[in-house]
């Protein structure tokens, strides 16, 4: 099946500083990109959805000032979280679409796990 | 409004014995897609199965089998013989495809199984 890697898996940042998470497709083209946040013991939530070449739509209550995404080719997306704080350690999971059809399938990333001190 | 119940938070069963994730959907839309997904330890999401809201056929995979009943918006996830390997946290979730590309996730079952 297709592949989707995310880099890091892990991250550690002091309040304050912002940080970039990358997903890339590795073995296919995604023109669409999506991003999730997950909390402890909790579902997965849909942030924003991304397609190439174009701004991402944030989903409702999600600050787009503070989770920059940019989905500059085929085969990358990138999550940067700005002035990131306490609140924001999440896992984040971004997945890709191999598709341009919304009945293709998504294929999910590994996730990074984002600790902010 | 689309909506995934998992009503079960949590379920602990002694190794091999069969266990059924309850999985309880809403939808407004005729075509849609269930999954189910397993998430270890690791958080990575392990895709299981998706399956078209058009086919109702239920579906065996080893271990694993799937009844999905649109009667009564059910979409149940069944592990026959359990194994410690099978504790995880379990996931279903809906996709209405022609309409938007999310994907909705219920909020999950955690299983552990007891050796």
């Known amino acids: 099946g297709a592949v989707v890697s995310q880099h890091p898996s892990r991250v550690i940042c002091k309040s304050g500083t912002s940080v970039k998470i990358e997903c890339r497709s590795l073995?296919?083209?995604?023109?669409?990109m999506f991003w999730y946040r997950q909390f402890p013991k909790q579902s997965l939530m849909l942030m924003a959805t991304?397609?190439?070449?174009?701004?991402?739509?944030?989903e409702q209550g999600v600050e787009k000032d503070k989770f920059l995404i940019n989905h500059a080719s085929l085969t990358l997306s990138t999550l940067t979280v700005t002035s990131a704080h306490p609140e924001d350690s999440s896992f984040y999971i971004c997945?890709?679409?191999?598709?341009?059809?919304?009945?293709?399938?998504?294929?999910f990333g590994p996730g990074t796990r984002l600790t902010v001190t | 409004a689309q909506k995934v119940t998992q009503a079960q938070t949590e379920i602990s069963v002694v190794e091999k014995e069969d266990v059924t994730l309850d999985c309880v959907y809403e939808?407004?839309?005729?075509?849609?897609?269930l999954f189910w997904y397993k998430q270890p330890p690791s958080g990575e999401l392990v895709f299981l199965i998706r399956?078209?809201?058009?086919?109702?056929q239920n579906e065996i995979s080893g271990r694993y089998s799937w009844n999905f009943q649109k009667s009564t918006s059910s979409f149940n996830f069944t592990i026959t013989a359990s194994q410690v390997v099978d504790s995880a946290v379990y996931f279903c979730?809906?996709?209405?495809?022609?309409?938007?590309?999310?994907?909705?996730f219920g909020k999950g079952t955690r299983l552990h199984i007891l050796p």
């Open positions: 939808t407004r839309d005729t075509t849609y897609y």
């Open positions: 997945s890709a679409r191999g598709g341009s059809n919304r009945f293709d399938e998504q294929y």
């Open positions: 991304s397609n190439e070449g174009s701004k991402a739509t944030y």
């Open positions: 073995d296919f083209q995604a023109t669409t």
């Open positions: 399956r078209n809201s058009f086919d109702e």
């Open positions: 979730a809906l996709s209405d495809a022609p309409r938007d590309d999310k994907i909705i």
